[in-house]
């Protein structure tokens, strides 16, 4: 069963390839996304924690930032 | 209407989604993966090497929707000067361009036990490099100029522009003569696929879309992060 599979009557090295192939750009973009995305939130943490408190608090008023910071690990909202 | 696109209001969206539609990517997934390599039967003509089929078309399918998608929103950017289409855009394309080069390199695989080659120059095909050309040049224009007004401009007429190639890669098997063969999932026409096989490219499709769309939920939220970031620095 496991062998028919995989032979896929002669074609399995072509099924299994695109495939593969398939898998494998899915996961190079999501990851690679991912880590775009976490490199933007940690950027986005750095600059907050920087911020003198009076700016912090303008900041944290404007709802688009409260959003931001409730999504990431050093939210004090 | 349009401050359903507000930026506020779609990060909340987008955090609450973003968990969700990766659990269903990957069920739907492993769903539609069991249903094409295992469960679903070989062609009479093709045999096993129609299985390619469950990644190939749905990733060709996706890649022509989305561009289609940003194409439509360009001309929203240049009339209406909406800048939350121009981070949809910008979000939706990465995704699209991978979809297109999944389904051309999937298509050569799928070429060599069928036709024999592992490429030709036919009108689908030829279509479709040409999408991955205009995709790469929309990605390339927000990089080339400092000025984003500029990239802006640039990148809405190149997704205009490539919107004349839409149709003919839709209708490029029925236009020339091609090793494709003509479309065998219509909406307007008979489908001519049988059911035990719609079924697992009806799976795989949505898996695709579904992938498609986390994609372009963390690009989004890229994107929006990386404005706000800009706007502590102002502050």
Known sequence: ?77 | MLNYFNPSNTLKVINKLQKFIFALFIAVLILGLFEALVLSPEDYKQSDSVRIMYVHVPAAWISLGIFSVISILSFGILIFKNKNFILISKSLAPSGFVFNIIALVTGSIWGKPTWGTWWAWDARITSMLLLAVFYLMFMLSWKIFEDEKKSIKLSSYIAIFGLINVPIIKFSVDWWSTLHQPSSVNVFKETTIHSTMLMPLGIMTAAFALFSILIFLMKYHTELLKIKNKGLDRL
Do not use: H, P
């Not at chain 1, 069963?1 to 398939?22: D, P, Q």
């Open chain 1, 1 to 77: 069963m496991i062998s028919e599979i995989l032979n896929m009557n002669g074609y399995g090295l072509y099924v299994w390839s695109s495939f593969m192939f398939t898998l494998l750009s899915f996961g190079t973009l999501y990851f690679v996304t991912k880590i775009q995305l976490n490199k933007e939130l940690r950027n986005f943490e750095s600059k907050f924690k920087n911020l003198d408190i009076e700016k912090a608090e303008i900041a944290k008023k404007q709802e688009i930032y409260r959003g931001i910071l409730s999504s990431t690990s050093t939210s004090k909202i």
